[in-house]
Structures are given as C-alpha cells and as structure tokens.
C-alpha cells in the first residue's frame, strides 16, 4: 500500500517527501531546455510557475512512484510513460487503500499523477496512524494535501490526475487485453509514417497509434487514440511473436520499430536476450526458408543422399528448388534432393527457393564428403544417463564402429572428460584439438606428403618434429605453415621445392598444421581407457550446476585419395540437484540470479517449466527445495507429469500455508518436500514438467524454488 509512514526515523518509508512533495525532484518527471554551455533553462508550461514559493520549476509531472521509460508524441508533445505500481493484490477499502496497480500515463499538459495518494483510476488510499494501526479517511483526489512533517513543500497540491491505462495482478475489467500476472508497465513511442518519408517503417494502419508494452507479461500492445488524445481501444501488436521480456522500444531513424529483449532469466546473462528490429513486408513476401537438412553428411561410393529444405511461402505459392551440388546444378518443385555421388571429394550442398514471382531465397549450406563414411563412436553409461550422484563412480564404456564392423585397433582413439560448471565446456574442448591431431596424422599419410617427410629423420625433407621445433615459439606458425602448404616453398630447408596443395580445404590444411607442431609438445594429456569409471566430479569439489562432459573422438585411417573422416560422441551427466537455472519453456514462472544462487518464483496464478531429455531410469525419489523471505500465504500444489501438461502425473508435492512467521532473524526460510516417483521404464528421455499450482486465497508470489533433486 501506500507508504506514508513519517513517524522520526522512518523516513525512507514516507513518500509524501518525494513524490508527493512539490520541493524535491524524486518521483518528477521534468522539463527543461538544455543550452550549449550544458546549463538549463526553464521552458513556460511546466506544473510550477518559476517563482513560485516550495516548489521546483523543472517539474512537468509529479506524484509518480516509479515513471519507466517515458516517450514524447512527436506532433502534439504529449508524454507518456509506464508506471510501476505497489504489490498489494487485494484491495483494503475503508483501512489501507485499493490494491496495486501498473499504469500506462498520458500527460497533455503538466499535472499531478497522484501517488502515493492515489493509484489508478485516482483510486484513493487512506491516511493511517502508523502507531496505533487506526486507519483515517480517504485522501480527496480534488484536493490532495500534504501533511507530512517531511514535506518541505506546498501543502495543497494540484488536483490528481487519473491513468490513462491501469491493471493489477489480476484480470483487468476495463483493459482485459492485458491479461493477468506480474506487472511492469512500459510506454513506448507513438508512430507517425509521415516522419519518415521515403521509408519503409510500419504500415499507416498505425499512424497515430502508441505501442505500449511488457516486460513480465512479454506483451506489444497498439493503442488507438481518438480525435482529443484519448483512449479508444487497444489491440495486440505481433501476437504471435514470444518476447522475451521487452525492456525498451523505439522508432529508428529509418521508421522501424527497434525492441531490447532482456531475456527470460533475472540478473544473468541471458541466451534469449535481443535487440530485434521489425521489419514491414508489405506486397509479395519471400519465401521463408527454416532449415535444411541431410541423411548423412559421409559415405562410401555411390553414396545416394536425400537432402531436405523447409520452406513456405506467405502467399502460398509454388516453390521452385534449384539446387547445387557442388558444380552440378538440378532444378526441381520437390523440396527433397534425391541425389548420387559417384566421385570422392567433398560437397557443399544448398538450394536457391524461388516463389516464381521474383523473390528467391537461399538456403544454408549442408557439407558431404563421399568416398569415406566416418565412424561410429558409442559411449554407454551404466545406470541412469541423465544424472550422476556425488559419490558414487561413473562406470562407461566406449565402442567405435564402421561399415565394415566393429573396430578393435583403437590407437586413434582418444577419451577425455571433464567437469564444468553449467554449460561452460571451455575445460572440455581439448579434445577436439586432439581430434584434428589425428585427423592430420592420417591425412599426411594419406598425401604425397610422407614421399619427402619422415616424422622424426629426414628425407628429401626436413623430419616433421625437426618443423615444429623451428616454430614452437612462433604466434604466427600455424598461419605461416598453412600457407606453405597451400602455395608450396623452396630456399628454407635446401634447394628441393616443396610443391603446392591448392586444393586441400582449409580445415584439412588446418589439421595437418595441428599435429605437426603437436609434436614438439611435452605436455600432452594421455586418453583415458575405452573403457573405465571415474569419480563425477574428478576429484573437484561438487559444484552446485556442475556437469560431467564425457567425450570420446575416434579418426580412422582413410585410404588412398580418400580422406579420413572422425567420429566424436559426448555425454553429458548432471548433478542431480537441479538448480531453476536448468530448466526451460517457462510459463508464467520468473527465474532469477541472487547472490550467485538460482531462484525460480512462484508465480501467483500457476505456472509450469519443464527439464527436457531427462533419463528416469533407476529414479525412485524426488525433492524440491523451496525458500521464502516472507511468509507465504498461500498453499500449493506441484505437480511432476510426463511430456505434456496434461500428461501421466508421476509425483506430487503439498506445501502448506505458513500462518505464522517464524524466526525472523533468518533472512531465508527454507522447507524440502519429498515425493515418490512412479517407475519410469521405458529406456528412453523425457520431458519432465513441474506445474505450481496456488491456492485460491493469498498470493505464493513470495515462494521461490530454488532446486529439485533426483535419487534412486
């Protein structure tokens, strides 16, 4: 509710001392003109006359709680911003005042917006004895005064002014276009097609209209104005566009609507934050290609491939599909290639999608290489493939295979593993270097390279380790080295020449380059085993979010003229403590860092998310760690189903209303709820969905989950 406390000593909970005081700059938006020399002037106007005794020129607009992001109509000069309102879900009419309210705010002349006497629609709050708990009456949004002894202002303040645009928590029934939820109110610009002449910004269908927003929400609303400035009707903007949290929106110099998503996650760096710019197609629209894709990217000859493009046209046309397989071209309607290689080498494979009416769209490239098919690296754990459990050893076993079976000659075959926090694989990549060591090692064998090179004695050539001796310390070496490759030399090791490879790839070039400088390397890590069982963690401490990535490279031995190809596998094992940040397709549900820990808060009308590729197998038990701050006053039911959310309940957990707080010299509450876990025995992942469903009474927008575990 309001805060109006102004007893000694509690000043930070009386806002009648900034926003409700005309002699503070706090909760104002202001006017001013700039000058050259960065001092200011006061322009005619503003809600204060220059001169006038306990008040602030520079004030436009007064009484806001929490003005976010203002925008300026650039015809008529009316300003418009968000307000952030209090977080009371429930009215106290006759006691403490109205519930809480986000509003959208229009000023077409300078006023007093009300707070923290009024919220909403001038919706008045109560004066309150903060010391005796006696509530008084309400304030008069025709005549608000100023009581405080806090106030160094004028006591009658202007008349309040109502919002232009008001919600709570709940459904709205003057705006139900806004929905329910969290709140956070934000104005964005209003958009004019004749500012931007010669542009291609929006349609004039929205001439004139303001584009409100929401950050919680994930909403892009237009607003229709009528002939005086005021409110007509609201209407989706993009409805079926997901914003990840808007968080600012404005008209670019080419009249395009440019909008910052900040991501799902609170205070973190977010994978689904953007800045997105919307672009109009007006006429015949190109077609929209989304993927493109191979049933096998390497093969024997003949190798007979089927490639696929997605594509679809906004206007429903015929699609034509030229394709390009390396320098060989085939035009068809059919969206899949159907195509036979008959010469090794390697394939860039794309298609150009035609709509026969002048757009064409080019698809991503799928790589091929024919002549060699790679092998196939397996590696199995035993037990449960989603989880390890600290403590407890992991047992693998890795099998490598090609077309001609089983493989037993596993000397090119390199394990690694390592233990990271989340998803930061930078400590397991070293692999892959050692992947392109070997897939070097076998292409100069299979070259005309080893004709005048030896690995440790020279030839016609210098030995391999005597080159990477001469350029260990060289930055530049592995550049200068492709680049001999490449384009031959002579005159550096005597007078033979080395002749040129203009036809090697790049990545070929590069991992010729890799192994031999590898050779003058004395801290290589060794493989481990094929097959074995390590500690989760490595011997590290078990980090919260701490992944165990286990990954096994094989690179066979190709032939002659035939490249050899590698086959790489990784697993990936969780802790079975699942922090919220690992989990996805969050409904209604607000994920956030605090102090270096997870927090996932409830949301107050039910929600769900999901943890995807989940192995159940062996899983008898699970837990869900829930924390509070203050007392939550709601129930909740949490559902565990499976793949859908209406799909098979398999675990329920009941938290109960705490009535009365308790230990308040904690700032942290926390309570563990247990379930048993329907066997799942299938062999094959899932996506798990965690459901909250709150009671009818109270708010559970106080509870947070802040992990779920998983046992045998």
């Known amino acids: 509710f309001a805060p109006l406390d102004d007893r000694p000593g509690y000043k930070q909970y009386d806002s009648r001392r900034g926003a409700?005081?005309?002699?503070?700059?706090?909760g104002k938006i202001l006017r001013i003109r700039m000058n050259e020399d960065g001092s200011y002037e006061i322009p005619d106007g503003n809600l204060f006359p220059k001169g006038t005794l306990k008040t602030r020129p520079e004030i436009y607009v007064m009484g806001n709680r929490n003005p976010y992001r203002i925008t300026v109509d650039q015809k008529n000069s009316f300003l418009y911003w968000g307000e952030v309102g209090p977080d009371a879900n429930a009215d106290s009419i006759g006691r403490r005042g109205p519930r809480g309210y986000d509003e959208i705010n229009q000023a077409q002349k300078a006023g007093n917006f009300g707070w923290p006497y009024f919220v909403g629609d001038n919706y008045a709050y109560n004066t309150y004895d903060y010391s005796t708990g006696v509530a008084g009456p309400a304030f008069d949004p025709k005549k608000p005064v100023n009581e405080s002894r806090n106030n160094t202002g004028i006591r009658?303040?202007?008349?309040?002014?109502?919002?232009?645009?008001?919600?709570?928590?709940?459904e709205s029934k003057e705006f139900p276009q806004v929905g329910s939820g969290g709140r956070t109110a934000m104005a964005g610009p209003v958009y004019y097609s004749d500012l931007f002449p010669g542009k291609s910004g929006l349609p004039t269908y929205y001439n004139g209209k303001l584009f409100i927003y929401e950050w919680i929400r994930g909403w892009i609303k237009a607003v229709t104005l009528d002939k005086d400035g005021h409110y007509d009707k609201m209407e989706p903007f993009m409805a079926d566009t997901r914003w990840n949290s808007p968080v600012d929106m404005e008209l670019g110099p080419d009249g395009k609507l440019y909008v910052l998503e900040y991501g799902t996650g609170w205070f973190t760096s977010n994978n689904d934050a953007a800045l997105s710019r919307i672009d109009f197609n007006g006429g015949n629209r190109a077609p929209k290609v989304t993927k493109i894709s191979t049933d096998k990217a390497t093969g024997a000859l003949p190798m007979r491939i089927s490639v696929m493009a997605v594509a679809t046209d906004p206007e429903k046309d015929e699609l034509t599909y030229t394709w390009h397989i390396g320098e060989q071209t085939k035009v068809s309607s059919d969206p899949e290639l159907i195509y036979t290689i008959d010469k090794a080498g390697d394939y860039?494979?794309?298609?150009d999608v035609s709509d026969g009416k002048g757009n064409t769209v080019r698809t991503d490239a799928v790589q091929v290489y024919a002549g060699n098919e790679a092998p196939a690296v397996d590696v199995k754990i035993a037990g449960n493939s989603s989880f390890y459990f600290p403590g407890q050893k992991i047992n693998y076993q890795v099998m490598v295979s090609d077309k001609d079976g089983e493989t037993t000659d596993l000397s090119d075959l390199y394990v690694s593993a390592g233990y990271v926090d989340g998803m930061d694989k930078t400590s397991t990549f070293g692999h892959q270097q050692v992947s392109e060591t070997v897939i070097g090692k076998n292409l100069v064998l299979n070259l005309d390279c080893k004709g005048c090179h030896k690995v440790d004695e020279r030839s016609v050539g210098p030995a391999f380790t005597e080159v990477s001796m001469k350029y260990k310390k060289d930055a530049n070496a592995s550049q200068y080295l492709a680049g001999k490759i490449i384009n031959g030399s002579r005159g550096v090791w005597g007078e033979t020449a080395m002749p040129g490879h203009p036809a090697l790839k790049q990545e070929d070039v590069r991992s010729i380059v890799t192994w031999i400088t590898s050779l003058s390397e004395t801290d290589k890590k060794p493989s481990l085993p094929a097959a074995g069982s390590l500690d989760p963690s490595l011997g590290q401490p078990v980090k919260p979010n701490g992944q165990l990535y286990l990954t096994a490279t094989y690179s066979d031995k190709g032939g002659v003229d035939i490249k050899p190809l590698t086959g790489t596998t990784t697993v990936v094992l969780r802790n079975n403590q699942v922090s919220p940040a690992g989990f996805s397709k969050l409904d209604k549900?607000?994920?956030?860092?605090?102090?270096?820990?997870?927090?996932?808060?409830?949301?107050?009308?039910?929600?769900?998310?999901?943890?995807?590729?989940?192995?159940?197998?062996?899983?008898?038990?699970?837990?869900l760690t829930t924390e509070w701050q203050k007392q939550p006053l709601a129930a909740v039911v949490f559902e565990l189903r499976l793949d859908g959310l209406s799909g098979k309940k398999i675990g329920e957990f009941n938290f109960n209303a705490i009535a009365a707080a308790a230990d308040f010299g904690k700032s942290w509450h926390s309570l563990v709820l247990s379930t048993s876990l329907s066997p799942v025995t299938d062999g094959r992942t899932h996506t798990v969905y965690l459901l909250a469903k709150p009671a009818a009474a109270g708010s559970a927008n106080t509870l947070s989950v802040t992990s779920i575990g998983f046992y045998p």
């Open 156 to 170: 009658e303040l202007p008349p309040a002014q109502p919002a232009f645009i008001w919600y709570p928590y709940g």
């Open 589 to 623: 549900w607000v994920v956030a860092d605090r102090e270096g820990r997870s927090f996932a808060d409830v949301p107050t009308g039910g929600g769900s998310m999901a943890l995807e590729g989940i192995d159940l197998s062996g899983i008898g038990k699970v837990s």
């Open 348 to 351: 860039s494979i794309y298609a």
């Open 20 to 26: 409700g005081n005309s002699n503070d700059l706090r």
